[in-house]
């Protein structure tokens, strides 16, 4: 029986270059020495889902055998140091949401906030300025 290292694959956790998603969710991912895997991917949390795009550095396992598929544990890169901002991007429309409160912010620059009562309050100046200003 041939190790796994011995039949062309890497033993344990390999670096690996992102080739494409699939529709289905799939992570289609390149090792070092040329080798291809459909892996899973690993969600570490609900609240950021890991976006992938093609040409990204991965962790990868690979599959134990064939016909499995091989899990993405993460994205490679440097650490950042904290600056006490968050950054949250997407490319259509990013919504945060909460009870029945909600603020959509969309790509075209349209901002919609909703919610039961808004509130807004300044210590200093408030400016309100549009194209037009309606309010009632």
């Known amino acids: 029986m041939k190790s796994r290292a011995q039949a ?8 690996a270059r992102v080739l494409r998603v699939t529709d289905g969710g799939e992570v289609v991912v390149e090792a070092a020495n040329g080798v291809e895997w459909t892996c899973e991917l690993l969600e570490t949390s609900t609240l ?5 795009q093609a040409g990204e550095r991965v962790l990868v ?8 598929l091989g899990v993405v544990l993460g994205r490679l890169g440097r ?3 904290g600056d006490g901002r968050v950054e949250l991007e997407a490319k259509s429309e990013l919504v945060l949401r909460c009870g029945k409160g909600k603020i959509v912010l969309r790509a075209d620059g ?15 100046r408030q400016r309100i300025k549009g194209g037009s ?4």
């Open 8 to 15: 062309g694959r890497v033993e344990g956790a390999a670096r």
């Open 79 to 81: 650490a950042r140091a």
């Open 110 to 124: 349209r901002v919609a906030i909703t919610g039961l009562d808004i509130v807004s309050a300044a210590e200093r």
């Open 48 to 52: 950021a889902p890991l976006v992938l």
């Open 61 to 68: 396992l690979p599959p134990e055998a064939a016909g499995e």
């Open 133 to 136: 200003v309606e309010i009632n």
